[in-house]
């Protein structure tokens, strides 16, 4: 287990946002709704994105989506989707083929999964040779069938072209992706980090910490700062106060119970840790966020 894997989990397509749609120019689609994650691919033909777009056709400069490529759209600010960019005419617009597109969406309903919208750009376009050709011929022949359990099957297909193309967006020499990631593959963060990830209940200190990565906690100290931004137990406490709180919502564990989850001994201590990261009490957060009913498909705030 890693941080990116932990990302991910709380990010799912639900089959209420997938649609496969035939257009033909001039052609416009509008997103107002708001979704965490939209996703948008060509199956054939393509579009350009324009995001921030207002009823004057302000924005930002549209980008290109091309047959293959897979784009990412971070939410919730809205954008729109079309045959041409603002600046071509009808004229050329009239020549264009058909597109078929496929789009998804993506509610972020826990904290861990937040942070992952934290280290995104608000638009990542991944190319169409980069990997995940063969996931988008498949997710082609299931969207335009009608077999027993299609909807699951497409949800999870989404699922896997979001990782893949993540996964590619974070591999790629020109991202800069978030400092955790790039310590993943350091021989003396990495095995920390994931340490951490896995077993977030055990009572870590910089001595067994320093102990996964085979070097003197001193080294570890300096090393972790420079790639991740933090020390390393400032990360932890980070981590399991973000555990914490999904825990929190989603499940009736008790505070204490809670607290045994993330490595704390009594209750008073995670406590103490989490209004310090939260701003509130643990029951104090499961009590606000429960009573919004607009909470499901964002993280809470009890602010």
Same mark, same amino acid.
């Given at each position: 287990?890693?941080?990116?894997?932990?990302?991910?989990?709380?990010?799912?397509?639900?089959?209420?946002?997938?649609?496969?749609?035939?257009?033909?120019?001039?052609?416009?689609?509008?997103?107002?709704?708001?979704?965490?994650?939209?996703?948008? =691919?060509?199956?054939?033909?393509?579009?350009?994105?324009?995001?921030?777009?207002?009823?004057?056709?302000?924005?930002?400069? +549209?980008?290109?989506?091309?047959?293959?490529?897979?784009?990412?759209?971070?939410?919730?600010?809205?954008?729109?989707?079309?045959?041409?960019?603002?600046?071509?005419?009808?004229?050329?617009?009239?020549?264009?083929?058909? =597109?078929?597109?496929? %789009?998804? =969406?993506?509610?972020?309903?826990?904290?861990?999964?937040?942070?992952?919208?934290?280290?995104?750009?608000?638009?990542?376009?991944?190319?169409?040779?980069?990997?995940?050709?063969?996931?988008?011929?498949?997710?082609?022949?299931?969207?335009?069938?009608?077999?027993?359990?299609?909807?699951?099957?497409?949800?999870?297909?989404?699922?896997?072209?979001?990782?893949?193309?993540?996964?590619?967006?974070?591999?790629?020499?020109?991202?800069? +992706?978030?400092?955790?990631?790039?310590?993943?593959?350091?021989?003396?963060?990495?095995?920390?980090?994931?340490?951490?990830?896995?077993?977030?209940?055990?009572?870590?200190?910089?001595?067994?910490?320093?102990?996964?990565?085979?070097?003197?906690?001193?080294?570890?100290?300096?090393?972790?700062?420079?790639? %991740?931004?933090?020390?390393?137990?400032?990360?932890?406490?980070?981590?399991?106060?973000?555990?914490?709180?999904?825990?929190?919502?989603?499940?009736?564990?008790?505070?204490?119970?809670?607290?045994?989850?993330?490595?704390?001994?009594?209750?008073?201590?995670?406590?103490?840790?989490?209004?310090?990261?939260?701003?509130?009490?643990?029951?104090?957060?499961?009590?606000?966020?429960?009573?919004?009913?607009?909470?499901?498909?964002?993280?809470?705030?009890?602010?």
């Amino acid at each position: 287990m890693d941080p990116f894997d932990d990302l991910l989990r709380g990010v799912r397509s639900d089959g209420v946002g997938f649609s496969r749609t035939e257009l033909r120019p001039p052609w416009t689609l509008r997103f107002t709704e708001g979704a965490s994650l939209t996703l948008c =691919t060509p199956l054939r033909g393509e579009g350009w994105i324009s995001r921030g777009e207002t009823s004057q056709g302000e924005g930002e400069q +549209p980008r290109p989506v091309r047959v293959g490529d897979t784009a990412i759209v971070r939410g919730p600010a809205p954008f729109a989707l079309s045959d041409r960019p603002r600046s071509q005419g009808p004229a050329e617009a009239a020549a264009a083929s058909r =597109t078929v597109l496929v %789009v998804g =969406t993506f509610q972020v309903r826990t904290e861990v999964a937040q942070r992952l919208l934290g280290v995104l750009p608000p638009v990542l376009v991944m190319p169409g040779n980069d990997g995940c050709a063969s996931l988008l011929d498949f997710l082609d022949s299931q969207s335009a069938a009608c077999p027993p359990g299609q909807q699951v099957v497409l949800d999870r297909l989404l699922d896997w072209l979001l990782v893949c193309a993540l996964r590619g967006w974070l591999d790629r020499p020109g991202a800069v +992706p978030p400092g955790w990631f790039r310590a993943l593959g350091d021989e003396a963060v990495g095995p920390v980090l994931r340490a951490m990830h896995a077993a977030p209940d055990r009572p870590w200190t910089l001595a067994a910490l320093a102990g996964e990565a085979g070097v003197s906690r001193t080294t570890l100290t300096g090393r972790f700062a420079e790639l %991740v931004g933090k020390p390393p137990l400032t990360y932890l406490t980070d981590w399991r106060m973000t555990l914490a709180a999904d825990l929190l919502l989603e499940s009736t564990a008790t505070v204490a119970a809670v607290a045994h989850q993330v490595g704390y001994a009594d209750a008073f201590g995670f406590s103490a840790a989490f209004k310090r990261i939260h701003g509130v009490s643990p029951s104090e957060y499961r009590k606000a966020c429960r009573a919004k009913a607009d909470c499901t498909g964002t993280a809470c705030s009890p602010a």
